[in-house]
């Protein structure tokens, strides 16, 4: 009676040790009884009834996906290759058992049509420049399509763009020309500029009594500087009217100089002469 009760021990625990499953933390088990699925168990221990019950794992850990490159013309005709990476996960384990056979290679394929279908609506300007807003318009298109299937897609980023070499070569070009525009732009903004303050600095001189000649002073000391100049000193007629009625001999003929539009004109007064 011992030994009869010994086997059946033995036996209850071989049978309760191959029912006892322990599921990690990532993973889910969809269970079958009689082939019906039944419920979806998991994390830690879940019992599994041998010859009724089945089970199968489902890993929810996001999945990386490469998409290989694809053939795609864009919407102003230059033909590209590019390649692009999914990420995703399994969101309900029941439904990617029952309504999918091969989740990641259905992801895949509707990945890779979606890529092209999307970057085709794009001229190449803006393939290059709104990677972002391509991206996101990528990831709604392709979960929305896999949402039925119980996956959540992440993210979709466009990895590479290859375009031919001579569309590289007519680019290179243009970024060349762009940048010497921009550069006689930045040019003709700073002579503008300088025209301006230098018609300011005109005027106020002008405005102001002996400004002229402060600044020549200013400059002839500049210029001093240098040991190998030469100097010429403009002298104001102004000085010279000045100097000359202080010199000039009451019987010499005094010399005036007065200034028009047309130039500069001495008139010479000679003496009178004695009637006698």
């Given amino acids: ?60 850990r996001i999945i990386t996906l490469s998409i290989p490159m694809q053939e795609i013309i ?14 995703f996960k399994i969101d309900d384990p029941f439904k990617v058992i029952t309504k999918i056979e091969d989740p990641v290679n259905a992801t895949s394929q509707i990945a890779q049509t979606t890529l092209r279908s999307v970057l085709g609506q794009f001229d190449l300007d803006h393939l290059l420049a709104e990677r972002d807003m391509i991206n996101a318009k990528l990831q709604a298109i392709i979960d ?9 897609v992440i993210s979709v980023q466009v990895k590479d763009v290859e375009i031919p070499d ?3 070569r007519a680019m290179a070009r243009q970024a060349e020309a762009e940048r010497e525009r921009r550069a006689k732009v930045v040019a003709a903004e700073g002579e503008f500029q300088a025209a301006a303050k230098l018609a300011q600095a005109a005027e106020l001189i002008t405005s102001q ?11 002839m000391v500049e210029v001093s500087a240098e040991k190998n100049s030469t100097l010429i ?17 009451p019987n010499e003929p005094s010399i005036k100089v007065r200034g028009n539009d047309q130039g500069q004109t001495i008139n010479v007064k000679e003496p009178a002469k004695d009637p006698g």
């Fill in 166 to 168: 001579s569309m590289q």
């Fill in 209 to 219: 009594p002996g400004a002229m000649q402060l600044r020549q002073l200013q400059t």
């Fill in 74 to 87: 864009t919407k102003d005709n230059v033909s590209a290759k590019t390649a692009a990476v999914c990420f």
């Fill in 1 to 60: 009676m011992g030994f009869e009760v010994m086997v059946a021990a033995f036996i209850g625990f071989v049978f309760l040790w191959n029912s006892l499953k322990f599921v990690n933390e990532y993973d889910r088990l969809v269970i079958f009884r009689l082939g019906r699925v039944v419920g979806v168990r998991g994390p830690g221990p879940v019992i599994i009834v041998p010859f009724i019950e089945r089970a199968k794992k489902v890993d929810k």
């Fill in 144 to 152: 929305r399509e896999t949402e039925e299937w119980g996956i959540k």
């Fill in 233 to 249: 000193f403009p002298v104001p007629i102004e000085l010279l009217e000045f100097t000359k009625a202080f010199t000039q001999r």
